[in-house]
């Protein structure tokens, strides 16, 4: 349970949350991505975590199992295998994110930011990622600790690292709350996220809603059905995942609370994109008494954070391959991460060398964010709640959720709301609704 926490509170809240809020205007994008969260994310955390128990494999081989018990054909593995692949393609360019945070443990530690400017701050941001070589030798970085952890099948110290990273983090967090409300700015930044204004959508941003309650959740990427085969029949579903979904959640609240006012008070644009928290929040490490200190501390946990989500998007990957093709735990993890440090080669080029390239308007980061989260990740959503919803029999759900009448909610929302909000918002993206 602790690592799935770890799984689901990483980058998504931090770094990704404020961004795509700013881009999409703020208020009216919080509320459709609370509304996502409660509606679909949180009953389909479930039905993902029950899938994994029940099936006690890898993905692929728990979807097999469970069908075959079901009477429907083992071609629904393919939704495990779909689960195994996200995971992949979701590291490699999670860890591109994951080298910015511990790039900037050294630029913190090093009193980079101390009284700079935001044009300073702004110029440190863009030498980092416009240099494809500095880029990729901290995302190799990031991906070489998680490969070597995931090898040697750590589960005590990942347990421990998230019972101190956690609160560590929301009580740094919760500091820089403290400071944005000196910036004269807070409540600009309050209602700036909290005062929906619907005109400021664009036609995305359902599905960019959509698509991050799934990525912040760690939906659909493999982790969380792996995870589920590790957890213990005694262990209530409903208490883990309910608590997951509100400690996600306020994590990147309070996160958007620290962000957005220190955005207003230095004439930062809301919208600037995937840089957001790297260029605002050393404004504040730099202006704060001991800021050096709780920069360097926070980028730390900030990594930490990073570094237990990414574990969970390698491992659905190495407990298949070594569970089914008897490879050893070392093979397979080096095998798995030499593709994902290849393809993350495509990521650290989107900001500099093929900063220019685009398909669609889009840079490379920018198309397997999109591909991911916006489609593949909903689709099998949609997947997984079919198959718990109608497919399984409600003896089997039963037995895992647990008689009453959070399982009589569960089983309405996973039959009928889930796979319609997504139908929907899936038509609305194509133009459909108009
Ligand atoms: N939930 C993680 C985050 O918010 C990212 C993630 C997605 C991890 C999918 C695992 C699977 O940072
Ligand atoms: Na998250």
Not at 124 to 150: C, Q, R
Not at 236 to 257: E, Q, R
């Amino acid at each position: 349970m602790l690592a799935a926490t770890g799984s689901a509170v990483g980058l998504g809240n931090i770094w990704k949350f404020p961004y795509i809020t700013g881009e999409n205007g703020g208020g009216a994008f919080v509320l459709l991505y609370l509304g996502c969260i409660a509606l679909i994310g949180i009953p389909l955390l479930m039905a993902e975590i029950l899938i994994g128990r029940r099936g006690k494999q890898s993905p692929p081989d728990a979807m097999k199992t469970l069908a075959i018990e079901a009477g429907v054909s083992p071609r629904w593995q393919l939704v495990g295998w779909v689960g195994v692949i996200t995971g992949f393609v979701l590291l490699s360019f999670y860890l591109v994110v994951a080298g910015w945070a511990l790039a900037y443990v050294f630029n913190a530690g090093g009193g980079a930011f101390a009284g700079a400017s935001s044009d300073r701050i702004g110029g440190l941001f863009g030498s980092l990622v416009g240099d494809p070589l500095a880029s990729t030798l901290w995302g190799t970085l990031v991906l070489a600790i998680t490969t070597t952890i995931v090898i040697k099948g750590v589960k005590q110290g990942l347990e421990r690292a998230v019972t101190i990273m956690m609160p560590g983090l929301l009580l740094i967090l919760l500091i820089l709350v403290g400071y944005s409300m000196t910036t004269g700015q807070f409540v600009h930044g309050f209602e700036f996220m909290f005062s929906p204004d619907f005109s400021k959508l664009n036609g995305s941003s359902v599905l960019v809603a959509l698509g991050h309650a799934f990525f912040t959740l760690s939906i659909a990427g493999g982790g969380m059905m792996t995870y589920g085969s590790y957890l213990p029949k005694r262990v209530s579903l409903g208490k883990t995942v309910l608590t997951i979904g509100l400690l996600d959640t306020l994590v990147a609240l309070i996160a958007g609370l620290a962000i957005f006012p220190i955005v207003f008070a230095n004439g930062l644009e809301p919208g600037a994109g995937p840089g957001l928290i790297f260029v605002t929040l050393p404004l504040a490490f730099g202006q704060m008494p001991l800021g050096q200190l709780v920069g360097t501390l926070f980028f730390i946990m900030l990594s930490f954070a990073a570094l237990t989500s990414a574990i969970s998007l390698l491992e659905p990957a190495v407990s298949w391959l070594t569970e089914k093709r008897g490879l050893s735990r070392l093979k397979a993890g080096v095998l798995t991460s030499a593709g994902i440090w290849l393809l993350s080669l495509g990521s650290v080029f989107s900001f500099n060398i093929w900063e220019e390239h685009k398909l669609f308007g889009k840079t490379f980061f920018d198309v397997l964010d999109y591909l991911t989260s916006g489609w593949i990740m909903p689709l099998s959503g949609l997947a997984m709640a079919i198959f718990t919803g109608w497919i399984m029999s409600r003896a089997a759900t039963r037995d895992e959720v647990g008689d009453g009448l959070g399982y009589r909610v569960w089983l309405f929302l996973i039959r009928y709301a889930v796979p319609v909000g997504i139908l929907v918002i899936f038509l609305n993206a194509i133009g459909v609704l108009g």
